[in-house]
């Protein structure tokens, strides 16, 4: 039996290719039509994200199953033969196990620790669920998987760092402010960037959010979009006592706010601490207001060097989580070898509880009649004896396996306890 | 027997510093739990090393420099639990720890008190103003650390380079409300340590101050907290001024405690209390 994990991603092929080969997959209960009916596949699991389209099965024969899915993906007509040569990798074991780990745990996407990919993997589980087409292995393969995932999560900081400037702006204010609730956010023009930053701030439980901008009506609609309030230009001043934090993109061109305006409205703010973002280019606001107590003043260079230090920083969280995933895959490799040995055990237990039935009722017929208790006694006897006698074989069997051809000895317990009486005995492996 | 607990109190301390720069270092929740409860644990070893002395000495055991150290390491400790308990600033233990830690230390280190302690030092006044005078110094010695903290903290936002830190430190807010609230329980516990001593110089003395060394720095370092509590309720001062004001007023302090004790002398230092066998 093999785990088996094939498909593409986002290192291997292109965008368009992996929209192709999404586009296989809108149907779920076709695709696992399809998986369910090939024989050398017993369990199958199919993802597709932005960044990949994968395939996870387990099967007795892996270059036949893998052959199948690589059939299935090139089945799409805008797909020329050679466009999978390069780009289709087939993992099998220990790297199907770490790979998928790792996936979950979002190691393996674009932007690194990005928390939707897990989502998307549970709900691609559903659906294998609802159409049957996992089993007991991939059912603990994916829980697995979740808990690597969570772990992740909780012990390595691989997604505490911005890595976007809307969000390093929130990071930034969380950092002046603690807690953003009940925040007032006073915005000064628009432009995509500042309205994202404002969507997470909002995100965060932000205040009152007031929208300054040249053109009146324009203000209005994005106040209204923002359950905020439109003011006009004139009003600054007196809007920035009640900010906390200030976004300005208007790309006026000049100064907008000198370093004294400030100074004045602090003076009159009785220092409560004021964020300023100024993501216009050229800037709106005067890099001196940055000198002022209580104040605090990020450019776009500033930001871009948050999401920087951000990305080093997951970069660097994301060794520690490898090799969590690594010590995680190792565990479930080991249970997986168990499962192998637990057909032999039982057929051990099955072929001793056997001959104890068969040699104590021989037993009984040559004796007089016997009590009850007796014959108890007797039972007692021979299960015991024949338990004791297979408690070492099967420890061996569970603990001594060797790493490198886990076959060889689970096939010489069968061979010397005779479990396969019509082998013959010329055929070494028995999978 | 008194000796143990201050053995498992100093056994304590250095296990819950070690635990919380792990803490600070690792960012992991478990070692902060572990640490307060180490702490808390130190903290009821601590309490009962003094008991033993307190009966002993038939006051509060403060006569030498030593005997002082103990009971502010105490006060320390425990107005930095209360502090946590209503306001989790989690990272200042790894700086709270390690001065108890040595405070602990330096009373195991320093000789221990020759000969009886003045009459001088028994009576219920005194017990009133060294209380008041050791909380208020706790609280205000919190306050001191936050402002480093703060100090830290906000060069690294101003100057826009992130570093060790930036991820490790609380917010800007957390570390300001900090001080203030550190600083409005503080200054009245001082004022009222400093009123009580005064009486009590007055009832024993005839005088109300008497131009002490000690007197007189502690007497700047209140000066110091009044403006800054003052300022911060009219003018709003806050950030890094009332870090910096906190971090010089605590400075002051420690000079008082320490220095006052140490280089200068007067009828308030220690040598003084102590009577020959």
């Not at chain 1, 387990?58 to 050679?82: C, K, L, M, Q, T």
């Not at chain 1, 070492?392 to 096939?411: C, T």
């Not at chain 2, 003045?118 to 909380?135: E, M």
Request: hydrophobic letters at 45%.
């Amino acid at each position: 039996m093999n785990l088996l994990l094939c498909g593409v991603n986002h290192k291997t092929a292109p965008v368009a290719l992996r929209e192709k080969l999404a586009g296989l997959i809108p149907d779920a209960a076709h695709a696992y039509d399809h998986l369910k009916s090939w024989p050398e596949v017993s369990e199958s699991l199919l993802y597709t994200t932005c960044n990949r389209v994968e395939v996870m099965c387990v099967s007795e024969a892996p270059d036949e199953a893998a052959a199948r899915v690589r059939e299935f993906f090139a089945r799409h007509p805008e797909i020329a033969p050679g466009d999978l040569d390069e780009s289709f990798y087939v993992h099998r074991d220990r790297e199907a196990v770490q790979h998928f780990f790792r996936v979950a745990a979002s190691l393996d996407s674009m932007v690194v620790g990005e928390p939707q990919i897990l989502g998307q993997v549970k709900q691609a589980y559903r659906e294998a669920t609802a159409h049957h087409a996992t089993g007991p292995i991939l059912n603990r393969l994916v829980h697995k998987a979740f808990s690597v995932a969570k772990r992740v999560r909780g012990e390595t900081g691989i997604g505490d760092h911005a890595v976007s400037v809307s969000y390093a702006a929130v990071a930034m204010a969380k950092k002046i402010f603690g807690d953003l609730a009940g925040k007032n956010i006073l915005l000064l023009g628009a432009g995509e960037m500042a309205e994202l930053a404002l969507e997470h701030l909002k995100g965060q439980g932000a205040g009152k959010i007031t929208v300054a901008n040249r053109t009146l009506a324009r203000g209005v609609a994005l106040a209204r979009r923002f359950h905020g309030e439109a003011v006009s230009l004139e009003e600054l001043p007196e809007q920035l006592l009640f900010a906390d934090i200030l976004i300005s993109s208007t790309g006026a061109g000049d100064i907008l706010i000198t370093r004294d305006q400030i100074k004045t409205v602090m003076r009159r703010r009785k220092q409560r601490p004021l964020f300023l973002i100024d993501i216009a280019v050229p800037r709106d606001l005067d890099p001196a207001i940055n000198d002022l107590d209580n104040v605090y003043l990020y450019n776009i260079d500033d930001l871009n060097e948050v999401v920087q230090q951000g990305w080093q920083r997951r970069r660097h969280e994301a060794t520690k989580a490898e090799r969590l995933v690594a010590a995680e895959t190792l565990k479930f490799l080991h249970w997986l070898e168990t499962l192998e040995v637990f057909p032999t055990i039982i057929a051990l237990k099955d072929k001793a509880e056997a001959i104890c039935r068969a040699e104590l009722k021989k037993t009984l017929n040559q004796l007089a009649p016997i009590t009850p208790e007796q014959r108890q006694a007797l039972e007692v006897l021979t299960a015991s004896v024949t338990q004791k006698l297979l408690h070492d074989p099967i420890i061996f069997l569970k603990r001594n396996r060797r790493p490198r051809n886990p076959h060889q000895e689970l096939d010489l317990v069968r061979r010397l306890f005779n479990l396969d009486p019509d082998r013959n005995s010329g055929d070494p492996e028995k999978d | 027997m008194n000796s143990l607990f201050l053995y498992l109190t100093l056994f304590a301390y250095f296990g819950a510093t070690g635990l919380w720069l792990a803490y600070f270092l690792a960012q992991r929740e478990g070692y902060y739990r572990a640490g307060v409860w180490v702490m808390a644990g130190g903290l009821a070893c601590h309490t009962l090393a003094l008991i033993p002395r307190a009966w002993a000495a038939g006051a509060l055991p403060a006569a030498t420099f030593g005997e002082a150290l103990l009971l502010f390491a105490w006060a320390l400790v425990a107005a930095f639990l209360v502090l946590i308990w209503r306001y989790p600033i989690k990272i200042l233990g790894a700086l709270v720890a390690p001065l108890a830690a040595l405070m602990v230390s330096g009373t195991l280190i320093l000789p221990a008190r020759q000969g009886t302690v003045s009459p001088l030092l028994k009576g219920f006044w005194l017990t009133v103003h060294i209380c008041l005078t050791l909380t208020g110094y706790a609280a205000l010695a919190l306050a001191g650390l936050g402002g480093i903290l703060y100090l830290i903290q906000e060069r690294q936002i101003k100057s826009k380079r992130f570093g060790f830190f930036h991820r490790r430190l609380p917010s800007l807010s957390q570390l300001d409300n900090l001080n203030y609230w550190c600083l409005t329980i503080g200054f009245p516990l001082l004022t009222g340590g400093i009123i009580s001593g005064s009486l009590y110089a007055q009832h024993t003395q005839g005088r109300f101050f008497s131009w002490d060394p000690k007197e007189i720095l502690t007497l700047i370092a209140w000066l110091i907290y009044a403006v800054l509590l003052h300022e911060r309720l009219t003018v709003g001062w806050r950030g890094r001024r009332a870090a910096l004001l906190a971090i010089c007023g605590f400075l002051v302090l420690v000079v008082t405690f320490v220095g006052a004790n140490l280089w200068l002398t007067g009828y308030h230092s220690f040598s003084s209390f102590i009577q020959a066998p």
